[in-house]
Nanobody
């Protein structure tokens, strides 16, 4: 699986960007796509994720109410709509994939970067 992210760029604070993750080619319900971000000098942070089985979603507290994760089955793409961007959102954003059966919604928020099997190369988001 070769994941590809796109949609990054430079925006002013308060602006919006929409990131795309494609290339997973897998539409089974037992699938999770997560978005992670890595800022210089900081740990990798899980931002949002979506479970294909029932579209359960998870958001980190830092982005809740501002970011929305969604998917389009027609073109096998997962999106991360980012609104009201802040300078602290500046990072490289990666999408990652995991095959799993979600037995409880809370588990989605407990997944760590090491749990995911396939990763994209990342796309830079800069907010000034």
């Amino acid at each position: 699986v070769q994941l590809v992210e796109s949609g990054g760029g430079s925006v002013e604070a308060g602006g919006s960007l929409r990131l795309s993750c494609s290339g997973y080619g897998y539409t089974s319900s037992s699938y999770v796509i997560g978005w992670f971000r890595q800022a210089p000098g900081k740990e990798c942070e899980g931002v949002a994720s979506i479970y294909f089985g029932d579209d359960t979603t998870y958001y980190a507290d830092s982005v809740k109410g501002r970011f929305t994760i969604s998917r389009d089955n027609a073109d096998n793409t997962v999106y991360l709509q980012m609104n009201s961007l802040k300078p602290e959102d500046t990072a490289i954003y990666h999408c990652a994939a995991l095959v799993m059966v979600l037995l409880h919604p809370d588990v989605l928020g407990e997944l760590k970067a090491d749990d995911f099997d396939d990763w994209g190369q990342g796309t830079q988001v800069t907010v000034s």
